[in-house]
């Protein structure tokens, strides 16, 4: 292997020396074309479902490729697998044409950043202002428009990303119906996971995590209210990173709970995840929640070191972790990873529980915060449409639109989810009601949840982190807005038995099925969470060690030079 993973301080010495925007000397030109020389050949350039932000940089600043030809061969992987998965809803029509105009920036001696040239694919709820649509996946929305790019939109663009195109989602991010499926949309239909056929992709973000883990693009932002990320990331063997609730701005997000929506990188690398994190967090005026981030947003990604367990103190919260009738191999796979995680040089404390985990249990509380918050929310995102084609102004509008339009699928799939939130006892979420719920569930989710789970050991300023089988960590951690880190953590066995196919053909368990480990911690914790993974995949490399997925695309870069 030739590329060099000290690549990313190189480019950015070589930024300062040209400085960032200033025009190239001469002689910065002559220095720089003497050192741009590809120093692989063709066939060394790795697989696209294995390539990282690392390579890829290295390879477009020797000139090995372009960007436009890495663009052509995600767009050729999408079209052999789609009509399969149905991962990826629209392909951005500017694509190739962005991809050019990032190339001459580079090669006039501007570079971005890592992001510099990189196809990335966002979930369809995140709103571009250009050719693309901005949906959840339903007709309702279908040719809306919004005023400008969502701060995640802009903050891709401006550090270089491609947007490749839109990926499907469970639509509405699975906030609509008591009886619908993960993955499927009225736009897209059913989304499946590439590790077996009709294996469920989960969900929401199903179309980023089935892109993202065979190379449909580098990565894929996804959006999590509870699980939306770690769960197709582990479902999909991938390093989920789902921020604090205000480290990544939801603006023109489309909605489901301002308490609990959050926006984060699904990647195959951890770097690649801390990357694409460090590029799109940060405060936004128009989004206020971004105002609690309490420091300037470091490079996640600099200085991840194999030796991060050293000296940790790292909790299990055991009291959350119980065996059904078909996850031994997941607490088996569980119960290596803590001994991997001693060897590394933590001090494993077990039941460091959730004080209020039985009141968690019987709360009602989550689900009057986002019945009201999306009644609230959703209106808001309505309003600030610039054209709304179907004159939605209410969550009243929309499940009257969703139940008259044949193509919504009612009543197969019901809209009883936004039937209970309609119904709430108060008209939006600035009630006492919606507040003492909010309220409930931040002392459950923080002092008796996650915040008590890291205090309650390890002595004067408590744990590190907590971990858990991925399973078990997204709803304790959403209520009250704390960061998740998923990584792969194995595979159900070749020998494992397919379970029926439910009323919509998916599969629930499957051999080959991949699932995860969740690293959880304090709000705005994310660097040591991030640490933790870095080390933990770096030590087991479960990603690559695994089972191939059942489909994966041929395209390569080298049948595009
Ligand atoms: C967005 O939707 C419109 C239909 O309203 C369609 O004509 C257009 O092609 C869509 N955009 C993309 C990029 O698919
Ligand atoms: C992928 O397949 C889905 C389902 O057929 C379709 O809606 C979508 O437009 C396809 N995407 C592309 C890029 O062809
Ligand atoms: C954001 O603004 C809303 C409405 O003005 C307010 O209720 C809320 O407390 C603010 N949140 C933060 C974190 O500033
Ligand atoms: C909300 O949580 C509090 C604290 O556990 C509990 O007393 C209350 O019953 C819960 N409310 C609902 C509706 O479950
Ligand atoms: C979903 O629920 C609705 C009632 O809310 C019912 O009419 C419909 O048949 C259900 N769909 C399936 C597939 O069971």
Same mark, same amino acid.
């Given at each position: ?35 741009? !020389?590809? !120093? ?10 294995? @390539? ?16 436009? *030809? ?26 190739? =044409? ?86 499927? &949309? ?13 294996? %469920? ?12 883990? @065979? ?7 996804? &959006? /999590?209210? &509870? ?33 609990? =929506? ?20 940060? !405060? ?22 194999? &030796? ?30 803590? /001994? ?9 404390? %077990? ?23 999306? !009644? ?51 008209? %939006? ?108 995949? *770096? ?23």
């Amino acid at each position: 292997m030739i590329f060099s993973a000290s690549f990313g301080p190189a480019v950015l010495a070589l930024q300062a020396l040209l400085g960032v925007n200033a025009a190239p000397t001469d002689a910065a030109h002559q220095a720089r074309a003497a050192t741009h !020389k590809c !120093k692989i050949s063709i066939n060394e350039i790795p697989d696209l479902i294995d @390539i990282t932000i690392d390579h890829i940089t290295t390879y477009l600043y020797d000139g090995c490729f372009t960007s436009v *030809q890495l663009t052509k061969a995600y767009i050729a992987r999408i079209n052999e697998v789609n009509s399969t998965l149905h991962a990826v809803l629209e392909l951005n029509p500017d694509a190739l =044409d962005i991809a050019a105009s990032l190339d001459a920036e580079r090669a006039k001696g501007k570079i971005r950043g890592p992001l510099h040239g990189v196809p990335i694919l966002i979930k369809d709820n995140i709103a571009t202002d250009d050719k693309m649509n901005n949906t959840a996946g339903s007709y309702a929305l279908l040719g809306a428009k919004v005023p400008r790019d969502s701060t995640m939109a802009a903050k891709l663009r401006a550090a270089g990303a491609i947007i490749l195109g839109k990926v499907g989602l469970s639509q509405w991010a699975n906030y609509r119906s008591s009886n619908g499926s993960s993955g499927w &949309s009225s736009r897209h239909g059913q989304i499946t996971n590439a590790y077996y056929p009709n294996l %469920d992709p989960s969900g929401s973000s199903s179309g980023s995590g089935v892109g993202a883990s @065979i190379g449909l693009s580098l990565a894929a932002l996804g &959006s /999590e209210t &509870s699980g939306s990320i770690v769960s197709p990331s582990q479902r999909n063997n991938l390093v989920g990173i789902k921020p604090t609730v205000g480290l990544t701005s939801r603006y023109l997000v489309i909605p489901i709970s301002e308490h609990q =929506d959050t926006v984060g990188p699904m990647a195959r690398t951890v770097k690649d995840a801390a990357y694409i994190l460090t590029a799109i967090a940060g !405060k936004d005026p128009y989004d206020n929640y971004t105002s609690e981030i309490p420091f300037e947003i470091p490079d996640y990604w600099r200085n991840l070191k194999r &030796s991060s367990f050293q000296g940790a103190k790292i909790g299990i919260p055991r009291i959350a972790i119980t065996s059904s009738s078909t996850n031994a191999p997941v607490l088996a796979a569980f119960n290596n990873a803590v /001994e991997v995680i001693k060897k590394l040089g933590a001090t494993v404390y %077990d039941n460091a529980n959730f004080p209020a985990y039985d009141e968690y249990r019987r709360s009602g509380n989550s689900s009057i915060v986002l019945g009201l918050d999306f !009644k609230t929310n959703v209106k808001q995102y309505f309003d600030q449409l610039t054209y709304n084609p179907n004159n939605l102004h209410s969550l009243k509008d929309l499940i009257d639109f969703t139940m008259a339009d044949p193509r919504e699928d009612y009543p197969d799939r019901n809209v009883n989810t936004w039937i209970s939130a309609n119904n709430q006892p108060c008209e %939006d979420n600035s009630c006492a009601y919606a507040w003492n719920a909010y309220q409930a569930d931040v002392y459950l989710g923080g002092i008796g949840g996650i915040l008590g789970a890291l205090e309650s050991a390890g002595g004067e300023g408590g744990l590190d982190a907590l971990i858990m089988p991925t399973d078990f960590a997204a709803g304790i951690a959403a209520i009250a807005g704390y960061p998740i880190v998923t990584v792969p953590m194995g595979f159900y066995p070749e020998t494992t038995r397919p379970s029926a196919p439910n009323s919509r053909g998916l599969i629930s368990n499957a051999p080959n099925q991949p699932f995860g480990l969740a690293f959880l911690g304090r709000r705005f914790d994310e660097q040591k969470l991030i640490n933790f993974a870095f080390a933990f995949e *770096q030590k087991t490399d479960v990603r690559k060690e695994g089972p191939d997925p059942y489909i994966v695309p041929s395209a390569q870069i080298k049948d595009f030079l």
